[in-house]
């Protein structure tokens, strides 16, 4: 399954304070003294093949430290393995008379990449192993994927990578999760990229307790920090889905306003669903799922994107 590899997932992210969703209090104590279990949710973790494992020993650490009942989670982890045929490149140069050879820089590229792939399988792997038995589920799934010509061009970069048929298995494998976690005992649904690193070890326990003080609130998410004025939130976003300059992004991201939740027009990166509400089940990541996104003679409304798909649909959650 493929994962965002723009330049937002390139960035390391930290938990700061709680967004859109923050707050100073800590709710360990409640959760230990209270009558009722705490909420279960199902923690889905978008795994990018190429590039992601000098980033999973903090995210997987940083979920291991979380104070909260681990047989109350459920942890999926998604990710690909990749592989490319020798025959498909000989082919590249078939009716020349050139073939390509082993020094071809291209060739560098892509087994780089591929070593880089193994290394975070592996690190996957062995980590599902050891924490399996400490959660009421955890689940690896690696998908095999072909190498195709999007992915091996003239450039020595290894070519384009986002292409509207990865964009959708993209959106069909995030779909799948959430209707799963509809369908299972899951209380809430948190999609997490590979790439964020929860430093609060009440993260999940807070966020959660946000959609108590507000029961109509279906999608929250945390302020993460970055190392630029990039974050996991837009301030503002036009009818057509695009991103809008806003007065009142900069304040929220550096902390400048009262701790407290936001209301924005997008989140990404780290989500969490409250899967007990109806109005739920009215979410994607599907653009062409989204009311009014798809005109009479086919044409796209909002990009096809998942991101912008998944906030237009929790819009449209909003005024109901």
Known sequence: MPYNSSPIAKLFWSFLLLLLCLCQQSLGSENNSSTTFPPTI?????????????????????????????????????????????????????????????????????????????????????????QRPLYNELELTVSNVRLSEHLFNTEPSGGKYWTAERYKLLIDSKNQELYSAFTSWADFVLFLDADVVLTEPYTLANLTARFEEDRERVVVAPLLYSTGTYSNFWGGMDEKGYYVRTE?????????????????????????????????????????????????????TIPYDDIIAFAKSAHAVSKQ
């Open 248 to 300: 009142q992004y900069l304040p929220i991201l550096e902390r400048k306003e009262e701790l407290g939740t936001f209301p924005v027009p997008m989140v990404n990166t780290a989500v969490l669903i409250d899967a007990r509400k109806r109005l739920s089940r009215r979410l994607t990541f599907d653009p062409v799922e989204v009311e009014d996104s798809v005109t009479a003679d086919g044409r796209h």
């Open 42 to 130: 199902q923690i889905v973790i978008l795994v990018h093949p190429y590039n992601k494992a000098l980033y999973l020993p903090y995210l997987l650490g940083s979920l291991e430290a979380q104070i909260y009942p681990k047989d109350r989670l459920r942890l999926h982890l998604l990710t690909e393995r990749i592989f490319y045929e020798e025959s498909y490149f000989e082919s590249l140069g078939a009716g020349t008379g050139a073939y390509l050879d082993d020094n071809d820089a291209r060739f560098e590229v892509l087994d780089e990449r591929i070593r880089a792939n193994d290394e975070s399988i592996e690190m996957l792997r062995r980590w599902a192993r050891q």
